[in-house]
């Protein structure tokens, strides 16, 4: 298309008062581009959305640019240090923070739903003990839409929430079945007694015929880890839910589809393939090495928990998680040497002019893995934990979706396919 035919569009559309401009209360503006196709026969071509609202959302803002991240307005930071994992669940799903009532009511409802159908467990059995977690919970997750039949009345509000609570108060007991299952170990029980993050770790570390005191450091930042996982507005596997929730599909098989969407490496499984980055490099010296690879265009190897389609400044998440490593590792009393590497591995790409130009900073992902690690959890369940996190996001858009009225979600194409042909007489050999 000629640049004088787009010009032609532009200055046809411009005044089209059917492409109106939208203002959003903070962040770019969007074209209103919906009647496009009906008053001008075109579609917009966006593949990768890197310019498309998909949708309007009030939840959580992210400005790339200046490296901001708000939960309802809230900063990321601010609600790393004075909140919970839990209060932080309540305000993403209700949009303003519980008040100590509301908060205890909230926390009651997650006690009662945390545990899981006893015939849920026996799905875990008919996987390889080595199966991979995440496959485990696409499974176990999408599972539970055959539990829960009451759900299925979408159009009910109090129905959508009660789904919404189930999710987010099952996905640590599933997350830490996926891995008692993979060792043997029989799975523990919630206990009501304690707060979210340290059940988490109870059931992840216990065993059923010993007391186990949960070290309170550990919990803290484990909580703060699900606090900065929790939602990143429009990202691969919250989009994936909102698709496939658009259908009318039940919660446990949309939240489903978007663990599926966040496994991927590019996505939530970065923080598993960091580690393993990390551990191939083994050492400060081979670094220069690393990030040369990371530059050749014909070497498919790239620096993971590095770069982000939004952020071109820090991700505020990687500041706060690297530093609750450098706490967790000092408390612990770990030397964790892949710590160095990161730390070194950052300052070098920071100063190369590859990073620079393209403005690709350390992501959450980027020293999540260590922390992770530090706190006993292998590698292949780290993004298992992401989930578990990202579970509140999730449920969270799937209500808010639900109160729109904009029906199935369904992107066209542009089609680059052969044109209409006839079927031939006789197929050529
Ligand atoms: C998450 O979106 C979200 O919100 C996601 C997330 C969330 O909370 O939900 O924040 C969580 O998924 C974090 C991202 C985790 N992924 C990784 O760490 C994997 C490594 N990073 C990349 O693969 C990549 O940066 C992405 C996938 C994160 C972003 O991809 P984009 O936006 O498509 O970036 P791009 O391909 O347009 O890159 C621009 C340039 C390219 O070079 P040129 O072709 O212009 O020469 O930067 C290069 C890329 O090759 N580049 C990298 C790189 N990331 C981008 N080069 C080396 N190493 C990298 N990591």
Known sequence: M???????????TQGDE?????????????????????RHGLLAYDPGFR?????????????????????????????????????VAYLLVYGELPDPKEMAAFQSAIHQHNLLHEQVLYFYRGFRRDAHPMAVMIGVVGALSAFYHDVINISNQ?????????????????????????????????NNGLDYAANFIQMLFGVPNSEMVV?????????????????????????????????????????AAGIASLWGPAHGGANEAVLKMLMEIGSP???????????????????????????KNFDPRSRVIQESAREVLHHLGIDDPLLEIAVKLEEIALQDEYFIERKLYPNVDFY?????????????????????????????????????THGIDRPRQLYVGQPRRSYPSKVPA
């Open 285 to 311: 010296e081979n670094i220069p090495k690393a990030i040369a690879r990371a530059k050749d265009k014909n070497d498919p190897f790239r620096l993971m928990g590095f770069g982000h389609r939004i952020y």
């Open 158 to 190: 109090q129905q959508r929430e009660l789904a919404a609570i189930r999710l987010i108060a099952k996905m640590p007991t599933i997350a830490a079945a996926c891995y008692t299952y993979s060792i043997g170990r029989p799975q523990r029980y919630p």
């Open 51 to 87: 310019s498309t609202a998909s949708c309007k959302s009030a939840i959580t803002f992210v400005d790339g640019d200046a490296g901001v991240l708000l939960y309802r307005g809230y900063p990321i930071e601010e609600l790393a240090q004075h909140s919970s994992f839990l209060e």
């Open 215 to 255: 070290n309170s450091v550990v919990a803290r930042a484990l909580d703060r880890i699900l606090i900065l996982h929790a939602d990143h507005e429009q990202n691969a596997s919250t989009s994936t839910v909102r698709l496939a929730a658009s259908s009318g599909a039940n919660p446990f098989a949309c939240v």
């Open 2 to 12: 000629s640049t004088k035919y787009v010009n032609a569009i532009i200055s046809e």
């Open 368 to 404: 999540s893995g260590i922390l992770l690690r530090a706190m006993g959890l292998p590698m292949n369940m780290f993004t298992a934990i992401f989930a578990v996190a990202r579970t509140a996001g999730w449920v969270s858009h799937w209500l808010e979706l639900h109160q729109e």
């Open 18 to 38: 059917s492409l109106p401009i939208l203002e959003g209360t903070m962040g770019a503006p969007a074209v209103d581009i919906q009647t496009l196709y009906a």
